[in-house]
C-alpha cells in the first residue's frame, strides 16, 4: 500500500492554464506538506497543513492554492501556470506538529510549455 | 538566517568502504536535523531524525551525529552497497519561526 501517493505523476501543459495536484496518505498523520524541489534540486516548503487547518504558508505566488478536504488530503492548485513553476513538487505527511519523520511522495513532475 | 551547507556536492567510492557524509548549519539553535535520501525520479525517504538534545541516531548501517554547538552533522555508511547509491539530504527545523531549512545534499555513488 502506497503511503504518501500523488497524482499526476507527469505533468505537462501550456503557460496560462490552470491545474491541480492531488495528494492522499493513509498513514493517519496530522500534518501534510507541499514542496517545491528547483533545478538545482533544491526542496523549499511552500504550505503545512495540521488537521485541515494551514499552519505555514511559505512565500510563494498566490497563484498556488492548497486546499485540505480533510486531514487525509491535501491538494495544490496552481493558476494562471508560469514558465517559472516548471518543478518536481512533493507531498509530505507527518504524525503531529513537531516535525517528526516525514513520509513523502514521489514526486509530480510539472512541465510548462 | 540559517544556511545548511552540505559537503562534498558529489561523492564516489567503491563498494564496501565506510563513509561520511557532512551537513552544517549557521544557526545552533535547532529543534532537530532530518537525513533523508533521494532517488531519481522518486520522493524522499526519511533515514534519520536527530532531536537537538540528542547526539546520535542509528538504523541499521547508518549512523547520524549531531554537534549543536559547532553546527554539524555527519551521516556514516557502513560497508556501502550500490544500493546505496542516492541523493542524501539533510534538514533543520528551526521552531522559533517554523522554518525547515534544507541543504542542496550530497549526491552519493558506490561503485560495485
Known amino acids: 500500500d502506497t503511503a504518501v501517493s500523488q497524482t499526476p505523476k507527469y505533468l505537462v501543459t501550456q503557460m496560462g492554464n490552470d491545474k491541480s495536484i492531488k495528494c492522499e496518505q493513509n498513514l493517519g498523520h496530522d500534518t501534510m506538506y507541499w514542496y517545491k524541489q528547483d533545478s538545482k534540486k533544491f526542496l523549499k516548503i511552500m504550505f503545512s497543513?495540521?488537521?485541515?487547518?494551514?499552519?505555514i504558508n511559505e512565500t510563494v505566488p498566490n497563484r498556488f492554492s492548497p486546499k485540505s478536504p480533510d486531514k487525509a488530503h491535501l491538494n495544490l492548485h496552481i493558476n494562471s501556470l508560469e514558465l517559472g513553476d516548471s518543478a518536481v513538487y512533493f507531498c509530505?505527511?507527518?504524525?503531529?506538529?513537531?516535525?517528526?519523520?516525514?513520509?513523502f511522495g514521489d514526486g509530480t513532475r510539472l512541465s510548462i510549455l | 538566517k540559517q544556511e545548511v551547507t552540505q559537503i562534498p556536492a558529489a561523492l564516489s567510492v567503491p563498494e564496501g568502504e565506510n563513509l561520511v557524509l557532512n551537513c552544517s548549519f549557521t544557526d545552533s539553535a535547532i529543534y532537530n536535523l532530518q537525513w533523508f535520501r533521494q532517488d531519481p525520479g522518486k520522493g524522499l525517504t526519511s533515514l534519520l531524525l536527530i532531536q537537538s538534545s540528542q547526539r546520535e541516531q542509528t538504523s541499521g548501517r547508518l549512523n547520524a551525529s549531531l554537534d549543536k554547538s559547532s553546527g554539524r552533522s555527519t551521516l556514516y555508511i557502513a560497508a556501502s552497497q550500490p544500493g546505496d547509491s542516492a541523493t542524501y539530504l539533510c534538514a533543520v527545523f528551526m521552531d522559533s519561526n517554523y522554518q525547515l531549512i534544507w541543504g542542496a545534499g550530497t549526491k552519493l555513488i558506490i561503485k560495485p
Open positions: 497543513y495540521n488537521n485541515k487547518e494551514l499552519i
Open positions: 509530505a505527511s507527518s504524525p503531529g506538529t513537531a516535525w517528526g519523520p516525514q513520509h
